[in-house]
């Protein structure tokens, strides 16, 4: 399989700082690259050719105000990175082949938000600090999802676009009982309070979905500042304007949400699957698991506190 990859990461129109981050890591090589790391990819992070131990690709959107949510996005992503290739002090080597990628991808996760979470208890700057998490593990022909918070993947197949992941919003709970429909959602006054966070406590419960990938689907994963201001149709389109060039897709996505207001934070992650290890898409619908949100979570704002 052959992966085409870019990213990018946008202030807004609006926000003083940038409090998104990502993540893209190759666990074969050990190359990675983060928000922080330069406004380009490296070239051997433009097209990876998936090897055994897989790939991970993480946007993290921070809030808590100040420097607090640029501190816990970073932590995000540099703990689960740390975790993954074995350089962080308790990852017992990183994630071995016999260990399943997503297995790895969540424990990872679990411990970047007990180390946000000391961090928030530690520092007073760093108080109520908190951090969206949405993970991407791609091993063989399969994409695993690790979701904590309100940041989303999408897949793009065969001229359809489908949410892969659901949301951990209060909003979202409403949808699922049904006392609100899906387009009042989008503009309830209650839209940017989340039910999870990273380190919004010591106790985490990630939710997960699973799709088995086709030749041509193409992964999109953003922070609320891009799922907040297009639609998913709106995505697709721009996405195939582009003719294929992810560079370019990934600015014309960043600059239409900054168009109609860029309030917050812009972050997204494109990665396009080719190759012959994988089927043809032909008459292959989407097909995604996603379990019901736990009902016993944390409540969090994902806009920073005053």
Same mark, same amino acid.
């Given at each position: 399989?052959?992966?085409?990859?870019?990213?990018?990461?946008?202030?807004?129109?609006?926000?003083?700082?940038?409090?998104?981050?990502?993540?893209?890591?190759?666990?074969?090589?050990?190359?990675?690259?983060?928000?922080?790391?330069?406004?380009?990819?490296? *070239?051997?992070?433009?097209?990876?050719?998936?090897?055994?131990?897989?790939?991970?690709?993480?946007?993290? *959107?921070?809030?808590?105000?100040?420097?607090?949510?640029?501190?816990?996005?970073?932590?995000?992503?540099?703990?689960?990175?740390?975790?993954?290739?074995?350089?962080?002090?308790?990852?017992?080597?990183?994630?071995?082949?016999?260990?399943?990628?997503?297995?790895?991808?969540?424990?990872?996760?679990?411990?970047?938000?007990?180390?946000?979470?000391?961090?928030?208890?530690?520092?007073?700057?760093?108080?109520?600090?908190?951090?969206?998490?949405?993970?991407?593990?791609?091993?063989?022909?399969?994409?695993?999802?690790?979701?904590?918070?309100?940041?989303?993947?999408?897949?793009?197949?065969?001229?359809?676009?489908?949410?892969?992941?659901?949301?951990?919003?209060?909003?979202?709970?409403?949808?699922?009982?049904?006392?609100?429909?899906?387009?009042?959602?989008?503009?309830?006054?209650?839209?940017?309070?989340?039910?999870?966070?990273?380190?919004?406590?010591?106790?985490?419960?990630?939710?997960?979905?699973?799709?088995?990938?086709?030749?041509?689907?193409?992964?999109?994963?953003?922070?609320?500042?891009?799922?907040?201001?297009?639609?998913?149709?709106?995505?697709?389109?721009?996405?195939?304007?582009?003719?294929?060039?992810?560079?370019?897709?990934?600015?014309?996505?960043?600059?239409?949400?900054?168009?109609?207001?860029?309030?917050?934070?812009?972050?997204?992650?494109?990665?396009?699957?080719?190759?012959?290890?994988?089927?043809?898409?032909?008459?292959?619908?989407?097909?995604?698991?996603?379990?019901?949100?736990?009902?016993?979570?944390?409540?969090?704002?994902?806009?920073?506190?005053?």
């Amino acid at each position: 399989m052959i992966i085409e990859l870019h990213a990018k990461s946008d202030v807004g129109r609006v926000r003083r700082g940038n409090e998104d981050n990502f993540l893209l890591l190759d666990l074969s090589t050990g190359k990675t690259w983060t928000g922080t790391d330069g406004a380009e990819p490296p *070239d051997d992070l433009r097209r990876i050719e998936l090897q055994d131990k897989g790939v991970v690709f993480v946007v993290s *959107d921070g809030m808590g105000g100040a420097l607090a949510g640029d501190v816990a996005s970073r932590m995000a992503v540099e703990t689960v990175r740390d975790m993954l290739v074995g350089t962080a002090e308790d990852s017992s080597g990183g994630c071995d082949t016999e260990t399943p990628l997503v297995e790895c991808l969540r424990n990872a996760t679990v411990y970047a938000n007990l180390a946000i979470h000391h961090k928030s208890q530690e520092d007073t700057r760093c108080s109520g600090m908190g951090a969206t998490f949405t993970g991407a593990a791609i091993k063989g022909d399969m994409l695993d999802l690790v979701q904590v918070g309100d940041s989303r993947a999408y897949l793009l197949r065969g001229g359809q676009i489908k949410l892969a992941t659901k949301d951990q919003s209060l909003v979202q709970q409403l949808v699922d009982v049904g006392q609100i429909s899906e387009e009042e959602a989008e503009t309830h006054m209650f839209r940017n309070v989340i039910l999870q966070a990273l380190g919004a406590q010591s106790e985490l419960s990630p939710v997960s979905g699973r799709i088995r990938l086709r030749r041509g689907d193409i992964l999109l994963i953003c922070s609320d500042g891009l799922s907040g201001k297009l639609r998913a149709e709106d995505m697709s389109a721009l996405i195939e304007e582009s003719d294929g060039d992810l560079a370019a897709a990934s600015s014309a996505l960043v600059a239409e949400a900054n168009h109609r207001g860029g309030e917050d934070n812009i972050t997204v992650v494109l990665a396009r699957f080719t190759g012959e290890d994988l089927e043809e898409a032909t008459g292959k619908r989407i097909t995604i698991e996603l379990p019901p949100l736990e009902e016993d979570t944390t409540l969090g704002d994902t806009e920073p506190t005053p």
